[in-house]
């Protein structure tokens, strides 16, 4: 997967692909982070990037002429990307689309807006796809590209250690990830479940398939209702309702 990042601060870019999970992916090669900056192309000797809305209004625009031939620049070297424009008035992004982009998509260009957005010009000619990161407004698309570059790299095969951690993930199959324990057995008097500490590999999958059920049901009741329960999950819930001596018919 190719990620080419467009914006006019490079260096946040380029420390986040220098860290961690981005730089272990890119020295295995099975990810590669490029940045580019948009003021590189600005048309004039003092480097404008912005200008003054027409019809008025507080803040400034970014011009249409860097912008494209940015994203011109970017498409050059890797054709088969697509051109996501960072926007919050985009498709929201999701661990779905997260995982789509892992497994079909060659490479992205991320378009990082800053001042009060860019020329509406571009989104109606350059670009494949908007997206927001949620229903708030930061000041730039920066650390927009880099949630979802982050989310993506790490569903990539090869790039975590193991990607059974990622199958569990929360918001995988619309649910949340169980409750996860480490050392000590006793913290502060609260104990590790023992039937973590069984050895019993079929009772930890059940016991680990009630927690995530569970917590879904209490945190995210919207993502719990939005598929229906499996086979599996009825069971578990039958059982919740006779503990609870709720009358469950067939
Ligand atoms: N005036 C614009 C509006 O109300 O729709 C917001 C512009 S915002 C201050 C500047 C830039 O930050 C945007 O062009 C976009 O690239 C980025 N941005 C802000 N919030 C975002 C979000 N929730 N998701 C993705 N990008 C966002």
Redesign the pocket.
């Known amino acids: 997967m190719d990620f080419t990042v467009l914006t006019l601060f490079p260096e946040l870019i380029s420390s986040f692909f220098e860290h961690g999970m981005m730089a272990r992916g890119i020295k295995k090669k099975l990810i590669a982070g490029h940045c580019i900056n948009i003021r590189d192309f600005s048309c004039d000797r003092h480097n404008t990037v912005d200008d003054r809305p027409y019809g008025g209004g507080s803040g400034m625009i970014m011009k249409p002429e860097s912008l494209k031939a940015a994203i011109l620049a970017a498409k050059k070297r890797t054709p088969d990307s697509s051109v996501i ?6 498709t929201r992004f999701n661990q779905g689309k997260a995982m789509e982009a892992a497994l079909q998509k060659k490479g992205l260009i991320f378009v ?7 020329d509406e010009r571009i989104y109606s000619t350059l670009v494949d796809e908007e ?11 920066e650390l ?1 590209s880099m949630v979802i570059i982050d989310s993506i790299t790490r569903l990539i095969p090869g790039v975590l250690g193991s990607l059974e951690s990622s199958k569990s993930d929360s918001f995988t199959d619309d649910r949340l990830e169980y409750a996860q324990y480490t050392r000590p057995e006793d913290f502060e008097g609260l104990k590790v479940p023992e039937v973590l500490l069984s050895g019993n590999h079929e009772k930890i999958n059940q016991w680990r398939k009630n927690s995530s059920l569970q917590r879904t049901f209490l945190k995210r009741p919207d993502l719990f209702n939005k598929t229906r329960p499996t086979a599996e999950e009825k069971k578990i819930i039958k059982q919740w309702c006779q503990e609870l001596k709720i009358l469950v018919r067939e």
């Open positions: 424009l960072m926007t919050p008035q985009g990082c807006g800053r001042y009060e957005g860019i997206i927001s990161i949620g229903d708030y407004v930061m000041t730039g698309g927009a």
